[in-house]
C-alpha cells in the first residue's frame, strides 16, 4: 500500500457519508476516543431526553406514565429496534437487567432444554462475566454440570454430545477476532446443542444476523456502541422457535402473564415479556433509545464499511510509522474475522496506555500486554487515526511513557 498522509484521512473525512452523525455526539476538543467499544459517547439529544422524562413524564405526570408516556412498553419497543440490528424478528429481543444477568437466564434455559447434557462449552479467554456466570449456575444446580473452556482452536471439535449449550463471545473484547456465527451455530445443531451468543462487542458495530446463523439465544450490552450511557440496561434475545418452552430461572413480576392483576401463582407472559424481570429503569432506558436510533439511522452496513476501512488504515499506519517500535498487532488482518477494534501488544503496555491517555488519545489496557483502540464509526473521524498513530510514535519516539507517573500499577481500569 502507498504511504498514507494526514490529507489522505482529511479527504477522506470530507467524503465520509456518516460524517454528520459526529455533530450529533458531545466529543470534548483535544480528545481522540478509540474507548466507545467500552464506554459509548453521549448523544447530545440526551440531556434534553433526560430533562422531559424527569421534568414532565416523572415530575408531572407521575405514575399515569407508565401508559401515558408508555413507560410500560420501553423494554419491548427499545429490544425491537437493537432486534433490527442483529436481524431478529420483531418479538424476540428485549431490553432489561445487565448482560450478566441476561446470560444467567438465558443459559439455564439452555440448559433446561437440554436435559441430560451436563457441559457448557466456552473459549479460554472468553469475557470474565461470562465464564464466572455460567461457573455461578453449574454450581447452584449441583455437581452434575460443568464448565468446558477450551483453547479456540478446537472449539469446533469440542462441540461432543454431552454438550448443552456452547456459550461464545461474537467479536473478542481483547483481541477483536470474530467468530463465523453460521458455521459455529451449524457444528452446534448438528451436535444437538443450543448456542447463546455474546455480542457486547458486535451490535451497532458488525452486521450479526442472529437468523441465518439459526441462533439460539444471545444477549448484550447497552452502553458500548449502542451508545446508551453509563450501565445501560441490557438485550437478551430468544429465538421464536424456543419462546413456548422455555422457562427462564428468574420469575418476577413483570415477566407474568397479568403482572397488575397480582396473582398468587406465576404464570409466564407470552413470547418475550416472559424476560422482563422487575420494573424497567425508565431514564436508563430513554437515554438508551436514543442511542440505538443513531446506529439505526445510520446503518449497520454502512458504520461496517466505514469501520472496515478505518481498521485497515488504523493497522496500516501502525505497521508505516510505529513498526520499529516492537507493536505486534493481535485483530486478524482479514477483515471478515474481525470487529471493530485494533489491538497491539507491548511489552509496556499499561504506560504506553496511560502516556497516550495524557495526550487525549484515550484507549484501553488489557491485562497482560494489550493496547485496545475501538472504532466507532459514528463518530471516530479518519483523522482521528492519524493522531493516534502520532502521538503512539512520538510517545516511543522520546520514551514519555518511561515516565514515573505512568508506571503507577495498574488496577485494570483506565
Ligand atoms: C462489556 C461486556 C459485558 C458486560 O456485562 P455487564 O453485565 O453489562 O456488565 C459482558 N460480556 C462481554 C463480552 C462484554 O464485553
Known amino acids: 500500500m502507498t504511504t498514507l498522509s494526514r490529507a489522505d484521512l482529511v479527504e477522506l473525512d470530507r467524503t465520509d457519508p456518516l460524517r454528520h452523525f459526529r455533530d ?57 429496534k437493537i432486534g433490527t440490528l442483529i436481524s431478529a424478528a420483531p418479538g424476540e429481543t428485549i431490553v432489561g437487567d ?16 437440554r436435559a441430560g447434557r451436563t457441559a457448557i462449552l466456552t473459549e479460554a479467554g472468553n ?7 455460567a461457573e455461578g449456575l453449574a454450581a447452584l444446580l449441583g455437581g452434575g454440570y460443568n464448565v468446558r473452556a477450551v483453547p479456540t482452536a478446537s472449539l469446533e471439535e469440542s462441540i461432543a ?26 457444528r452446534a445443531r448438528a451436535a444437538g446443542a443450543l448456542t447463546v451468543w455474546d455480542l457486547s462487542h458486535s451490535a451497532g458495530a458488525v452486521p450479526v444476523d442472529l437468523t441465518a446463523a439459526g441462533a439460539d439465544f444471545a444477549v448484550g450490552c447497552g452502553y458500548k456502541y449502542l ?7 441490557a438485550y437478551l434475545f430468544m429465538a421464536q422457535r424456543h419462546q413456548e418452552a422455555t422457562a427462564l430461572p428468574l420469575t418476577g413480576w413483570l415477566g407474568h402473564t397479568r403482572p397488575f392483576a397480582f396473582e398468587d401463582a406465576y404464570r409466564p407472559a407470552q413470547g418475550i415479556r416472559k424476560a422482563r424481570v422487575g420494573t424497567p429503569p425508565i431514564l436508563s432506558l430513554a437515554a438508551l433509545e436514543i442511542g440505538v ?13 466505514k469501520s472496515t476501512r478505518q481498521t485497515q488504515i488504523f493497522a496500516t499506519l501502525m505497521e508505516q510509522r510505529a513498526a520499529t517500535f516492537g507493536f505486534r498487532i ?19 503496555a499499561w504506560p504506553i496506555v496511560q502516556a497516550l491517555a495524557a495526550r487525549g488519545v484515550i484507549g484501553d489496557f488489557r491485562a497482560p500486554d494489550i493496547l485496545r483502540f475501538g472504532i466507532a464509526s459514528l463518530y471516530t473521524r479518519y483523522v ?8 503512539i510514535s512520538d510517545v516511543m519516539t522520546h520514551r514519555a511513557w518511561d515516565r514515573p507517573e505512568f508506571h503507577a500499577p495498574s488496577d485494570g481500569a483506565t
Do not use: C
Not at 467468530?179 to 459455529?184: A, F, P
Not at 482521528?384 to 502521538?391: G, I
Open 24 to 80: 450529533r455526539f458531545l466529543i470534548p476538543d483535544g480528545i481522540a476516543y478509540f474507548d466507545g467499544n467500552s464506554l459509548g459517547a453521549m448523544p447530545k439529544a440526551v440531556p434534553e431526553r433526560m430533562r422531559q422524562v424527569v421534568e414532565q413524564e416523572w415530575g408531572v405526570d407521575l405514575i399515569r406514565s407508565w401508559r401515558i408516556n408508555g413507560w410500560l412498553e420501553l423494554p419491548a419497543r427499545i429490544g425491537d
Open 98 to 113: 445487565s448482560t450478566s444477568v441476561n446470560l444467567f437466564q438465558v443459559l439455564a434455559a439452555a440448559l433446561k432444554l
Open 127 to 133: 469475557f470474565p462475566t461470562d465464564r464466572y456466570i
Open 161 to 186: 454430545d454431552d454438550v448443552a449449550v456452547v456459550m461464545l463471545t461474537h467479536v473478542d473484547y481483547r483481541t477483536g477476532r470474530m467468530w463465523e456465527m453460521d458455521r459455529i451455530g451449524a
Open 227 to 233: 451508545n446508551g450511557g453509563p450501565g445501560a440496561p
Open 293 to 305: 436510533d443513531l446506529v439505526a439511522e445510520a446503518t449497520v452496513a454502512a458504520l461496517r464499511e
Open 330 to 348: 493481535v485483530t486478524p488482518a482479514d477483515p471478515a474475522r474481525r470487529g471493530s477494534q485494533i489491538s497491539v501488544t507491548h511489552d509496556s
Open 384 to 391: 482521528d487515526l492519524w493522531e493516534a498513530v502520532t502521538h
